[in-house]
């Protein structure tokens, strides 16, 4: 089943190289706007000029190990005040930030299965 992403907002974790570059690729060729996260922001920048074209790009260098990235991870995640999905393509065992995220991006309201994401 092929699923329509035009126009959504995707943060991504790992995307400066591997599995995370490939699938930023692929979202921006689909028209979803993407959010690049990496500890890497060369690798970030060189990626986002490549898939700017086909769709908005916003650059996050961030050590998702790191407390103070992952903070700032979420005030930018805030800021932009959308989030339709996280794709976490590297070892990101922070379920707490992922939380956030999840109930940040729903406002908060009932998941399709009843469950509601804790944010701590």
Not at 89 to 101: H, N
Request: charge should be neutral; include cysteine; aromatic fraction near 4%.
């Amino acid at each position: 089943m092929a699923r329509d992403l035009s126009g959504q907002r995707v943060l991504i974790t790992g995307a400066s190289s591997g599995i995370g570059r490939c699938l930023a690729q692929q979202a921006a060729a689909a028209g979803t706007r993407v959010a690049l996260v990496s500890r890497t922001a060369e690798k970030l920048n060189e990626l986002a000029a490549q898939v700017a074209p086909a769709t908005e790009v916003l650059v996050i260098p961030a050590d998702v190990t790191s407390d103070a990235d992952r903070r700032h991870l979420l005030d930018v995640t805030t800021r932009i005040r959308a989030l339709d999905g996280v794709l976490e393509t590297e070892s990101f065992p922070y379920l707490e930030l992922w939380k956030q995220l999840y109930d940040w991006g729903t406002g908060g309201r009932e998941t399709p299965k009843g469950n509601r994401a804790e944010a701590r």
